[in-house]
Nanobody
Framework: QVQLVESGGGLVQPGGSLRLSCAAS????????IGWFRQAPGKEREGVSC???????????YYADSVKGRFTVSRDNAKHTVYLQMNSLKPEDTAVYYC????????????????????WGQGSQVTVSS
């Protein structure tokens, strides 16, 4: 059974950093693409960053323009965990953050932009405020 559990959210001041974790169970991270999404009150869900499953050519990543250069997604297979390192946080980053997983072989940008993921975690609140 595929399970995803997010942790690491909280309250942080503007300019600060947080690292979200997504603990995965029931599948191998090598064979699933992982996405990080967020949804703020009154706004649509946004694909923040996605990491493709491993292929013969390696792995690829996608970042939304709004977080490019500030957020970094990474995978630790030994810990069955995917991370989202968030630096230089802004008040507009405030949202519930979700991780998601899917085994499909397709373009990671399409998966991220259109939220083409089957399995979802419960979410973790991130609040950026002084």
């Amino acid at each position: 059974q595929v399970q995803l559990v997010e942790s690491g959210g909280g309250l942080v001041q503007p300019g600060g950093s947080l690292r979200l974790s997504c603990a995965a169970s029931g599948f191998s991270l090598n064979y699933y693409s992982i996405g990080w999404f967020r949804q703020a009150p009154g706004k649509e869900r946004e694909g923040v960053s996605c990491l493709s499953r491993i292929s013969s050519s390696g792995s690829s990543t996608y970042y939304a323009d709004s977080v490019k250069g500030r957020f970094t997604v990474s995978r630790d297979n030994a810990k069955h965990t995917v991370y989202l390192q968030m630096n230089s946080l802004k008040p507009e980053d405030t949202a519930v953050y979700y991780c998601a997983a899917d085994p499909r072989f397709t373009t990671i940008q399409d998966m991220c932009v259109h939220a083409q993921f089957t399995y979802w975690g419960q979410g973790s609140q991130v609040t950026v405020s002084s």
